[in-house]
């Protein structure tokens, strides 16, 4: 396995992790990222760094921002972000991991890249839930403004430092498991 393999294996996680607090926003910087010639993708994903691609992911990302500072429409969103952040993950995954066999390379694009995206989204979707039930959706904003967040910089990070990403991401997931501790413990 060589450097470049394991960088963009780093990419790839990294951008899954970004797509499971916004499908649309990773997969735009992907696109960026791509337009610009600053990450290139595999042969039969070159279609990313299209103009069409980066005009159709820029105006979803947009959209999708904004639709979830609207309260109830956000949970009506998280809804169904659960089962399309694991295909924009593993998409993520597919487009960015190079040299390996056909085989490997399926198999990290849905273990790492759509499974780190599904955990991500569906812990996004119960803060959320939770907001709504806490603040009757006053606070959901707050919690849209934090995701988005998370994933620009995420998203950023990952294709200018994927090694770094992919330090955030277990960092993510061991603030994920201390939370749910704390609400196992909480709730028995």
Do not use: H
Not at 127 to 150: D, F
């Amino acid at each position: 396995m060589t450097i470049e393999t394991v960088i963009s294996v780093c990419l790839g996680i990294g951008l899954a992790a970004s797509v499971g607090f916004r499908v649309f926003l990773p997969l735009f910087a992907l696109s960026l990222a791509a337009y610009f010639d600053a990450w290139q993708l595999n042969e039969s994903w070159q279609w990313i760094g299209s103009t069409t691609a980066l005009i159709t992911l820029g105006v979803a990302t947009v959209v999708e921002i904004f639709a979830y500072f609207i309260p109830y429409i956000d949970n009506l969103l998280d809804s169904v972000s659960v089962p399309l952040a694991a295909l924009a993950g593993t998409a993520v995954m597919l487009s960015t991991v190079s040299d390996l066999s056909p085989v490997i390379t399926w198999a990290l694009a849905i273990i790492a890249g759509g499974g780190t995206a599904a955990a991500i989204s569906g812990t996004a979707t119960t803060a959320r839930l939770a907001s709504t039930a806490t603040t009757g959706g006053l606070g959901n904003p707050v919690v849209s403004s934090i995701e988005s967040g998370t994933a620009l910089i995420m998203s950023v990070i990952s294709i200018f430092l994927p090694i770094v990403a992919i330090v955030l991401v277990a960092i993510i997931f061991y603030i994920i498991y201390k939370m749910y501790k704390k609400f196992k413990l909480n709730k028995t």
